[in-house]
């Protein structure tokens, strides 16, 4: 009853720019969290930004000065502007958020999206 969807992933080279955008939908009452992850082969997933609902980010010290997370909560959106790529920012990127939703079987939980590719090359 919650849906999260990513798109914008694709394929740059280095010191290039993508933006990632994630909708969530459904039954949604409030969204707390939203932030965005990524899992490069063979590696465990990380977190690479969140930011509250009032807006407060956090981003992963090695995308500082190079990603900017932000969230428009009439919209239920969350957006991540990743600028100067390097190939070690290749992985699949995921969107995922805290909902609160009074229809669902828990009524706050973690939802995720299915992930969008992001390739750098040098």
């Known amino acids: 009853q919650v849906q999260v969807v990513e798109s914008g992933g694709g394929s740059v080279q280095a010191g290039g720019s993508l933006t990632l955008s994630c909708l969530v939908s459904g039954s949604i009452f409030s969204i707390n969290a939203m932030g965005w992850y990524r899992q490069a082969p063979g590696q465990q997933r990380e977190l690479v930004a969140d930011?509250?609902?009032?807006?407060?980010?956090t981003l992963r010290d090695s995308v500082k000065g190079r990603f900017t997370i932000s969230r428009d909560n009439a919209k239920n959106t969350v957006a991540l502007q990743m600028n100067n790529l390097k190939p070690e920012d290749t992985a699949v990127y995921y969107c995922a958020a805290n909902v609160w939703c009074t229809t669902c079987p828990r009524e706050v939980d973690d939802y995720w999206g299915q992930g969008t590719q992001v390739t750098v090359s040098s």
């Open positions: 930011i509250t609902r009032g807006g407060r980010p």
